[in-house]
């Protein structure tokens, strides 16, 4: 299945996979998996600043790096490459709360926002202006956050997009919701975000 046959997908769903309490959990960091469940590809993290996003044949399809310039206290950004080594995009999170609103640039060059209406939602939206400072901007998407194991903390991220967001913009989207539970958990940990 090419690329663009995996992101073409409206809908996807980004989780932690379950585990057993009892074992030492060796898969996968997250699945990206389709609404109904059928497993599109799988991220895996090589350290706590690169993470890779494969089919189950073990092709990558994305890899995603992390900056940041000082450390866990200043601003982050997210190099996304895709599997030749082009780059596909960039989410750049800022301020003192990191999660508050991600910026996306796609391979295209198309500015998105995915944002947050306060530090208790669970549900982000997509959109090209700032929510808070523009009336009514148009909804391009949205991401909404579950626990999916309270015992663990696992965590799982439902991705609805417009149709009218091409394949390389959807990629761009996934990598952003992976980047958003990178800054959403703690470092060297694959547990439940902070």
């Excluded at 090589?46 to 450390?71: C, N, P």
């Excluded at 700032?130 to 956050?145: F, K, Q, Y």
Aim: proline share 6%; with cysteine.
């Amino acid at each position: 299945m090419p690329e663009a046959g995996l992101f073409a997908w409206e809908a996807f769903v980004v989780a932690q996979p379950k585990r057993s309490r009892w074992r030492r959990y060796k898969g996968p960091a997250l699945a990206v998996s389709t609404v109904e469940g059928t497993v599109l590809a799988q991220v895996t993290y090589t350290d706590d600043t690169v993470s890779l996003l494969a089919r189950a044949s073990g092709e990558g399809v994305v890899r995603i790096a992390k900056r940041s310039a000082f450390g866990q206290l200043g601003a982050v950004r997210f190099d996304v490459t895709d599997g030749t080594g082009r780059e596909a995009g960039t989410v750049d999170a800022r301020g003192p709360v990191r999660t508050w609103q991600l910026r996306l640039r796609t391979a295209r060059g198309r500015a998105l926002l995915l944002t947050r209406s306060g530090l208790l939602s669970t549900e982000w939206q997509l959109t090209e202006s700032d929510p808070h400072r523009s009336p009514a901007p148009e909804v391009l998407g949205r991401v909404t956050v579950s626990t999916v194991d309270a015992w663990l903390g696992l965590q799982q991220y439902v991705v609805v997009t417009d149709p009218r967001l091409d394949t390389s913009e959807r990629r761009t989207v996934v990598a952003s919701v992976v980047c958003l539970h990178l800054l959403r958990r703690p470092p060297n940990s694959g547990g439940a975000p902070a």
